[in-house]
């Protein structure tokens, strides 16, 4: 049973890490950083920096918050005109309940994965537990440098899978003047998704670092001496 736990952290921490380095870019800050970053598009209508940072700080508290869509649904442009169109707040609706619903499975997973470490902890089973982390940093590393090569190579195709599996056909695609797409470009997306990557893999090395396993180096007076012939 130890060792099923073992493997069952393993098998976590991939998602766990991933989720982190999701968390870590839904704060009003990356998208902050992101439109301060040299090369960033600017909007081709006209919104400035200050007006994207305020906007979308709306947009991504409204994702891990408990306000409904009227949150959103009740900002308006400087000439009183609403931020958002109809099908850009129904979208978000959506998003916000798979942003939701993966938050709540990395919760579970979380608990999980530390109840299962207090467990081999108390048992006494700290290399099973060692084991059981390294093995995950390991596999962390190994998934993610798979889709940060896929993601170099064919970006546009990920996005439009990861849209196509969570959201209903035809319900994420935007005009480009509308709000959405001037305050998160593809370029937000892929920034983010290389962000979200490099934390999980940087993440998965440090544990793998961290529960290496030690050689044992035997004291020279204590090996054992041939015996010696005649």
């Not at 609403?82 to 938050?103: I, N, R, T, W």
Request: charged residues 15%; aromatic residues 16%.
């Amino acid at each position: 049973m130890n060792k099923a736990f073992s493997i069952s952290i393993a098998i976590l921490l991939p998602f766990i890490l991933l989720m982190a380095g999701v968390r870590l870019i839904m704060t009003p800050s990356f998208p902050q950083l992101e439109y301060a970053r040299p090369g960033f598009p600017a909007d081709p209508f006209g919104m400035s920096t200050a007006e994207r940072n305020k906007w979308s700080a709306y947009a991504v508290n409204y994702l891990v918050n408990d306000a409904e869509i009227s949150y959103l649904g009740k900002l308006k442009f400087a000439d009183g005109g609403p931020l958002y169109a109809p099908s850009e707040l129904e979208h978000m609706v959506d998003v916000k309940e798979v942003v939701q619903g993966a938050l709540t499975v990395w919760y579970l997973c979380l608990g999980i994965a530390f109840a299962l470490s207090f467990w081999l902890l108390i048992q006494g089973q700290w290399r099973l537990l060692r084991r059981g982390i390294n093995m995950g940093g390991w596999l962390s590393m190994g998934l993610i440098a798979l889709m940060l090569l896929y993601l170099a190579f064919n970006f546009n195709s990920l996005f439009d899978q990861f849209h196509r599996i969570f959201f209903q056909e035809g319900s994420w695609v935007f005009n480009y003047s509308d709000t959405l797409i001037r305050l998160f470009p593809l370029e937000f997306w892929r920034d983010g998704f290389i962000l979200a990557g490099a934390f999980t893999f940087f993440a998965g090395g440090l544990l793998v670092l961290l529960t290496r396993g030690r050689r044992k180096v035997r004291p020279a007076g204590l090996n054992p001496v041939p015996p010696t012939g005649y």
